[in-house]
């Protein structure tokens, strides 16, 4: 199996900035498409950003869009979520999560909890005004 752990997470004051990061171990990885998902309390999963590894094909929520940016570093097995200019209402439990096996998703599916099987355990944003 494939295991997920995010870091960064913490407190920050509206406008400031995190960098979350989410290592990839375990027996073996090859997923190709990896995202960031956020729950806050009493709210559903949603899709923050995703990526088509292979082919650097990136999706983001329309809300996010400018201020958050996910990329990756395949050396290391690791892909970041660079969140900038951030509100109060990005405060949530951010996870990251992989979709088994080597398949590509479109843009919109990359966005969708239910295309990704491989679940991190969690990292806490809380922004502050």
């Known amino acids: 199996q494939v295991q997920l752990v995010e870091s960064g997470g913490g407190s920050v004051q509206a406008g400031g900035s995190l960098r979350l990061s989410c290592v990839a171990s375990?027996?073996?990885?090859?997923?190709?498409?990896m995202g960031w998902f956020r729950q806050a309390p009493g709210k559903e999963r949603e899709g923050v950003a995703g990526?088509?590894?292979?082919?650097?094909?990136?999706q983001y929520a329309d809300s996010l869009k400018g201020r958050f940016t996910i990329s990756q570093d395949n050396a290391k097995n690791t892909v970041y979520l660079q969140m900038n200019s951030l509100k109060p209402e990005d405060t949530a439990m951010y996870y990251c999560a992989a979709r088994p096996g080597r398949g590509l998703l479109n843009a919109g599916g990359l966005l969708v909890p239910g295309n990704f099987g491989y679940w991190g355990q969690g990292t806490q944003v809380t922004v502050f005004s």
């Open positions: 375990g027996d073996a990885y090859s997923s190709n498409v």
């Open positions: 990526i088509n590894r292979g082919g650097g094909v990136t």
